[in-house]
């Protein structure tokens, strides 16, 4: 099981930190995903049980994914927010081979989704 919490509301600019209690055995990766209104759900960033971090193109330089295995827990540090951040952020769990990292498809389960909203 997977339960995401720490969204809210900021303003562009700001920084929010997502937290991921994840339960269970452990995967191969662990992601984070967004769904904006009327968009499909897509990928953010992911780390490895190595520990390998990937990311999508448009948050590079500004979140960093992380997982604290003594705590069991997934973070996302998001900083310098933008508007097009808006979206219902997920957690994910799964073991993707690395050509499928970034694709929901490949990871099997998943947290309750937590609101992020970024004002101009």
């Known amino acids: 099981q997977l339960q995401a919490s720490g969204g809210g509301l900021v303003q562009a600019g700001g920084s929010l930190k997502l937290t991921c209690v994840t339960s269970g055995r452990t995967f191969r990766s662990y992601g984070w995903f967004r769904q904006a209104p009327g968009e499909d759900r897509r990928f953010v960033a992911a780390?490895?049980?190595?520990?390998?971090?990937y990311y999508t193109d448009s948050v590079k330089g500004r979140f960093t994914v992380s997982k604290d295995n003594a705590k069991s827990t997934l973070y996302l540090q998001m900083n310098s927010l933008k508007p097009e951040d808006t979206a219902v952020y997920f957690c994910?769990?799964?073991?993707?081979?690395?050509?499928?990292?970034?694709?929901?498809?490949?990871?099997?389960?998943w947290g309750q989704g937590t609101l992020v909203t970024v004002s101009s």
């Open positions: 994910a769990a799964g073991d993707p081979i690395l050509s499928n990292i970034r694709a929901s498809e490949a990871y099997g389960y």
């Open positions: 780390v490895t049980r190595s520990r390998n971090e």
